[in-house]
């Protein structure tokens, strides 16, 4: 079992920063890829970011690439965000969810409860 509680959202303007946390409990934290979605009200869940067990690999979804940096402390059991020039579209509920394997967003196999991230133009 993994439990997922992020923190660090909030409201900031256009081109400002916020780095986002994903803290996770359980000792098996380090076998799961960890990835970063977003869900705009009236939109559907958007990939973000991936970072895999180890931290060795990472992925960003293009809409993100250059602006956002996903890393993670296995020692600490902690996964961050670091997003900078941050656009009015990147305005969502952010969640962190932990996949054994799967690509696949619909079965991912813990999710944390979300963090409100505002960008103001």
């Known amino acids: 079992q993994v439990q997922l509680v992020e923190s660090g959202g909030g409201l900031v303007q256009a081109g400002g920063s916020l780095r986002l946390s994903c803290a996770a409990s359980g000792r098996t934290f380090s076998n799961y890829n960890i990835n970063w979605i977003r869900q705009a009200p009236g939109k559907e869940r958007e990939f973000v970011a991936r970072i895999s067990k180890t931290g060795g690999s990472t992925y960003y979804a293009d809409s993100v690439k250059g602006r956002f940096t996903i890393s993670r402390d296995n020692a600490k059991n902690t996964v961050y965000l670091q997003m900078n020039s941050l656009k009015p579209e990147d305005t969502a509920v952010y969640y962190c969810?932990?996949?054994?394997?799967?690509?696949?967003?619909?079965?991912?196999?813990?999710w944390g409860q979300g963090t409100q991230v505002t960008v103001s133009s």
């Open positions: 969810a932990a996949a054994f394997t799967s690509w696949d967003i619909s079965q991912y196999d813990y």
